[in-house]
């Protein structure tokens, strides 16, 4: 992996003044073990986004690995890997540091890596370098004598944070006063759509309700399916990538109402939630919402010619000023199918972007955001923690282990296989 690539590096060198630039904030240079006793989310994108009272926080890591240095916490991750051999495999989100890539079984997003630790059922260990509703993801979907293992339990999702069982259940409730269950044509008169990246108890109410998990790449395909057997969908957390999809498939912005968990009938009058198509949830990643059209006009005027691909989970005007919108793999793929030289200005997380920019160095690969600013959420796992959960399972101790209750698994398994249902598995692809 090349070091040209890396987000830690840069962030060093920028906030050591040894390089040009400059990052959302200077404390990113830090060890997150410096933020874990304090609630937030840390510096980094979502440093401004309220945390929930419930969120998990992460004990103390001990000294030897915060203050080991790269080198023996890289050497000593490797030689754990080695002893622990075929009972471990570590799963590395596409948004995770390269010092976390480079020791990853398997890369990708939170599904492709859901779907991945299948494949090794001798594993005793899942090791999820992602975020929490990744790691319960994964649970939900291993074997029971499995553990699943998040490096860093502070290492949340502030877009799935957004969307509390609590407020939706109470949201439910309120829909049902309006609509009553059934439509007129025979239909549920609402069908609940989450977003792969909430939370379990939300995919399992999902489930008990007639409703579904969507994608970024299959959101589209998953709403057709939530309009054959209702009248209308109540799409959560993300607005965004609610918004954009229902757009795209020609519903009208007016049909499309914003869900407000903190107001009477989130927020609108009975008519609008009466003629809504899609209600939206006030929910948003910090990551996405971070890019610009006025970002994209600058990359054009400065390369004319690009091809600007965005994320849907960035604001409608974003997407519309893009060329093109995708999911992660999309993405990724995308520039793996460029013959020919091309200059790409991308839309998505910092260490996904520079790390494309290394692989492919015939393309001109940039970040919209010329700012040096990482999820805060992945961020927080950081190769000390990865080598005190290796090193814990090598001396026998399962820490970080996530699991999810039974009377939870079971309908978010329902949702989840509706999902699978209504694309095939192969094709089924890819989350944020
Ligand atoms: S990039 Fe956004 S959606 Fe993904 S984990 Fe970070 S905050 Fe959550």
């Given at each position: 992996m090349s070091q040209t690539a890396s987000v830690d590096t840069r962030i060093q060198l920028i906030t050591t003044q040894q390089a040009p630039g400059s990052t959302c904030?200077?404390?990113?240079?830090?060890?997150p073990w410096e933020f874990d006793?304090?609630?937030?989310?840390?510096?980094?994108?979502?440093?401004?986004d309220e945390i929930p009272t419930t969120a998990p926080r992460q004990g103390e890591l001990p000294d030897a690995y915060k203050q080991a240095s790269t080198e023996d916490l890289h050497a000593r991750i490797r030689a754990a890997k080695e002893t622990l051999g075929e009972k471990l495999v570590i799963l590395g989100h596409f948004y995770q540091r390269d010092e976390i890539i480079a020791h990853a079984d398997f890369v990708g997003d939170s599904f492709q890596l859901a779907n991945a630790s299948?494949?090794?059922?001798?594993?005793?260990?899942i090791v999820f370098c992602g975020v929490h509703f990744m790691a319960e993801t994964a649970d939900m979907l291993s074997q029971p004598e499995q553990a699943v293992i998040l490096p860093?339990?502070?290492?949340?999702c502030s877009m799935a944070d957004m969307a509390d069982i609590d407020q939706v259940e109470e949201c439910w409730e309120q829909l049902m006063d309006v609509?009553?269950?059934?439509?007129d044509d025979g239909r549920q008169s609402v069908i609940p759509v989450t977003y792969m990246n909430s939370s379990a108890a939300i995919k399992g109410f999902c489930g008990r309700n007639g409703g579904i998990v969507c994608t970024s790449s299959n959101a589209a395909t998953v709403l057709e399916w939530a309009f054959e057997r209702g009248q209308r969908v109540l799409f959560f957390p993300d607005q965004h990538l609610g918004r954009n999809t229902a757009k795209a498939m020609g519903?009208?912005?007016?049909q499309m109402p914003m869900w407000n968990?903190?107001?009477?009938?989130g927020g609108n009058d009975e008519q609008s939630l009466l003629d809504a198509e899609v209600i939206l949830w006030h929910g948003f990643c910090s990551v996405h919402r971070r890019f610009t059209v006025a970002q994209i006009e600058a990359a054009r005027a400065e390369h004319p010619g690009v091809r600007v691909i965005v994320h849907p989970e960035c604001p409608m005007p974003v997407v519309d000023a893009a060329d093109e919108s995708g999911s992660t793999d999309y993405i990724t793929k995308a520039i793996a199918a460029a013959t020919e030289p091309t200059t790409f200005a991308i839309g998505t997380e910092i260490n996904l972007v520079q790390r494309l920019a290394a692989e492919y160095p015939q393309h001109t690969i940039f970040c919209l955001?010329?700012?040096?600013?990482?999820c805060s959420t992945m961020y927080r796992i950081h190769p000390g923690y990865l080598a005190w959960v290796l090193e814990s399972l090598v001396d026998g101790t399962v820490v970080n282990q996530i699991q999810v209750p039974d009377d939870v698994t079971t309908p978010a398994r329902v949702a989840l296989e509706r999902m699978l249902a209504a694309k095939p598995p192969a094709a089924a692809g890819t989350s944020a």
């Open positions: 904030s200077p404390d990113l240079a830090q060890g006793p304090q609630p937030g989310y840390g510096p980094g994108a979502s440093m401004a299948l494949t090794r059922p001798e594993a005793e260990a860093n339990l502070a290492a949340g609509y009553g269950p059934t439509a519903i009208s912005l007016d968990p903190n107001k009477p009938l955001d010329p700012v040096v600013c990482p």
